[in-house]
């Protein structure tokens, strides 16, 4: 198994470019998460799926747009990209188990915005 | 509001050492306590995960405690290893909200 793999690795844009990421799992979990990760701040939870076609804010949703059209994959779109959203993004898995989700991270993109 | 403050911010001690890192979070709703392991440019590992009514979990040489009226968990790491240089993180909440901290850099020196 995979894991959990994230697509590009790295990133550069101009400021007003748009571009996605990709996210897919072949764990054939039910939950999809997108964080970023800034300097000296923990993750923050951009947007969220609970199943295929359905997917909703987190903490910081602006600026971002989300799509779950397939259970595996979870796609991050930056539609006009600003110098605000050079980060590290991180997606995540987890599957509904009652209790707490232990989520499974992939290695993360790097994306820069000058 | 919500946050999740750890200390140290970062930490320098020799092989085979151990060492706790500390966690204060004010979080609501509160349902669980968890430690990542986050190794540089790679994603986070989770290390535990505590329910609210848990006060210790172990996993391997790492001992996480929690103490739900003080709102202080910790992270003890026994017998450290050079593989165990990375930072730690403290997250806080439910499953849809979960606060995470900012980590303490841990570096193990030979």
């Known amino acids: 198994n995979a894991g959990v793999t994230q697509t590009p690795k790295f990133r550069v844009l101009k400021t007003g470019q748009s571009m996605t990421l990709l996210c897919a799992q072949d764990?054939?979990?039910?939950?999809m998460y997108w964080y970023r990760q800034d300097p000296g701040m923990g993750l923050r939870l951009i947007h969220y799926s609970v199943g295929e076609g359905t997917t909703a804010k987190g903490e910081v949703p602006d600026g971002y747009n989300v799509s779950r059209l397939k259970k595996q994959n979870f796609l991050l779109g930056l539609e006009s990209a600003a110098p605000s959203q050079t980060s590290v993004y991180f997606c995540a898995s987890s599957v509904p188990s009652g209790g707490p989700d232990e989520q499974y991270f992939g290695p993360g993109t790097r994306l820069t915005v000058t | 509001k919500n946050q999740v403050e750890q200390s140290p911010q970062s930490l320098i001690i020799l092989e085979g050492k151990n060492c706790t890192l500390q966690c204060n979070y004010t979080v609501s709703p509160f349902s669980n306590l968890r430690w990542y392991k986050q190794d540089t440019g790679r994603g986070p590992v989770s290390l535990t995960i505590m329910t609210f009514s848990e006060n210790t979990k172990s996993n391997g040489r790492y001992t996480a405690t929690l103490d739900a009226d003080t709102k202080q968990s910790s992270l003890h790491i026994t017998a450290s290893q050079l593989s165990d240089s990375a930072s730690y993180i403290c997250?806080?909440?439910?499953?849809?909200?979960?606060?995470w901290g900012a980590g303490t850099k841990l570096i193990i020196k030979p």
């Open positions: 764990m054939n979990h039910e939950y």
């Open positions: 997250v806080g909440g439910s499953n849809y909200q979960l606060i």
